[in-house]
C-alpha cells in the first residue's frame, strides 16, 4: 500500500471507531469485547456469511503479514475467509492451501510484470499462513520449522 492510501485507511478506521463509540453504551461494548476475546468462532465472513475460524480469518492473515495492526482498530473491519478474499489468498502456494486465482486483472498475481515483487509476495503470505496456522490450529498444522 502506498503511503496515502494508508493514511486513507487510518482516517477511515478512526472515522469508524469514534462512530462505534459514539453509537454504542458501554454494555453493548462490553458484549461485543467478551464475543471477541472468545475468538472468531462467532465471527461471520462479509463474503459467504458462513462462520470464520481465527484460522481462516484474512484479518489474522493481515496481522501476520503486516497489512493490519493487531490494535483495536482491527475489530473495524469486517473478516472474511482467507479464500473469499483471492487478492491475497492467490498469493499463498502451499500443499495444503488449494490454490486461488484471482481473475480480475487488476488484482491477478500472474500478470505482473515483476517477478521479484511477485516472489516476495508468495513468500511472505505463505509464511505468514502458516504462522497463523500454527498459531490458531495447531492439532492440525505443525509448521513451527524455518517459520520467523
Known amino acids: 500500500m502506498k503511503e496515502h492510501e494508508l493514511?486513507?485507511?487510518?482516517?477511515?478506521?478512526?472515522?469508524?471507531?469514534?462512530k462505534y463509540m459514539a453509537t454504542t453504551t458501554a454494555a453493548e461494548r462490553a458484549e461485543d469485547d467478551y464475543h471477541l476475546q472468545r475468538g472468531y468462532d462467532e465471527a461471520t465472513c462479509s463474503v459467504c456469511n458462513t462462520p470464520v475460524k481465527r484460522w481462516d480469518s484474512a484479518i489474522e492473515l493481515g496481522?501476520?503479514?503486516?497489512?493490519?495492526?493487531?490494535?483495536?482498530?482491527?475489530?473495524?473491519i469486517r473478516d472474511k475467509h482467507i479464500r473469499c478474499s483471492p487478492s491475497r489468498a492467490q498469493r499463498i502456494k502451499h500443499p495444503d492451501f488449494p490454490p486461488v486465482i484471482d481473475e480480475r486483472p487488476a488484482f491477478d498475481i500472474r500478470l505482473w510484470e515483476d517477478a521479484e515483487k511477485r516472489e516476495h509476495f508468495i513468500k511472505c503470505y505463505t509464511e505468514a499462513w502458516m504462522r497463523v496456522q500454527n498459531n490458531h490450529n495447531p492439532q492440525e498444522f505443525m509448521y513451527k520449522k524455518g517459520i520467523k
Open 63 to 76: 496481522i501476520e503479514t503486516g497489512e493490519l495492526e493487531a490494535g483495536p482498530n482491527r475489530f473495524v
Open 7 to 18: 493514511k486513507e485507511l487510518d482516517d477511515e478506521i478512526t472515522k469508524e471507531t469514534a
